[in-house]
């Protein structure tokens, strides 16, 4: 199992990215995919699920109605749409998925709001 995140970097507050996550080695369309994020000192926080089916949950309310998990079963690809975002969005974003009962990670990749 691979994951391989993508698209973060540096961003002015009220701005937008796409972070794109691809998946290889197991059976994409067939398991939900997350996003996590984690910033220094802090435990790692569950972003946004989308299940196999395509449902999609934005965990947290800060989050809600700014950010937007899809994917691309066709791509082996899921995706955070982020909007408006803000200072305190700053932190590492990673790609989750568990397969078989064990948890995979991608590598993170840096998001930082800042003007």
């Known amino acids: 199992v691979q994951l391989v995140e993508s698209g973060g970097g540096l961003v002015q507050p009220g701005g937008s990215l796409r972070l794109s996550c691809a998946a290889s080695?197991?059976?994409?369309?067939?398991?939900?995919m997350n996003w996590y994020r984690q910033v220094p000192g802090k435990e790692r926080e569950l972003v946004a699920i989308?299940?196999?089916?395509?449902?999609?949950?934005v965990t947290s309310d800060s989050m809600k109605g700014r950010f937007t998990i899809s994917r691309d079963n066709f791509k082996n690809t899921v995706y955070l749409q982020m909007n408006s975002l803000k200072p305190e969005d700053t932190a590492v974003y990673y790609c989750?998925?568990?397969?078989?009962?064990?948890?995979?990670w991608g590598q993170g990749t840096q998001v930082t709001v800042s003007s």
């Open positions: 989750n998925a568990r397969v078989v009962g064990v948890n995979y």
């Open positions: 080695g197991f059976t994409f369309s067939s398991y939900n």
């Open positions: 989308i299940t196999r089916a395509g449902g999609s949950t």
